[in-house]
């Protein structure tokens, strides 16, 4: 199973980060061998801490790996949760072929 992780964090101002990820699973079904995921993690989209380009490359680097699978983990925003509207509206430009995962 491979996993593509891209993160952001509100102190993060550089390059989009991007780690290719291989976890060997025991008694993975052949099915699921070579399932490819994508996490985005961390985005907190409020008082512009996350700034529109980053996100734009972030959704970017993730369709260009064309996962089986995107899941998206943890902290959407800092402390209000009206921006996770705006949020949204863009995540929608995410692709997968088995889904999008909100946690």
Do not use: C
Not at 25 to 42: C, E, F, H, M, Y
Not at 65 to 79: I, K, S
Not at 91 to 103: D, F, N, P, T, V
């Amino acid at each position: 199973m491979t996993l593509l992780i891209s993160w952001m964090n509100w102190i993060f101002s550089g390059p989009l980060k991007v780690e290719k990820v291989t976890v060997a699973i025991a008694d993975l079904p052949t099915s699921l061998r070579g399932t490819k995921l994508v996490q985005l993690s961390d985005l907190h989209y409020d008082r512009q801490q996350l700034r529109e380009n980053i996100l734009a490359d972030a959704i970017e680097a993730a369709n260009q790996a064309e996962p089986d699978l995107v899941v998206l983990t943890g902290d959407y925003v800092t402390n209000s949760p009206t921006p996770i509207y705006l949020l949204a509206r863009r995540l929608k430009y995410l692709e997968s072929r088995h889904g999008i995962y909100a946690i």
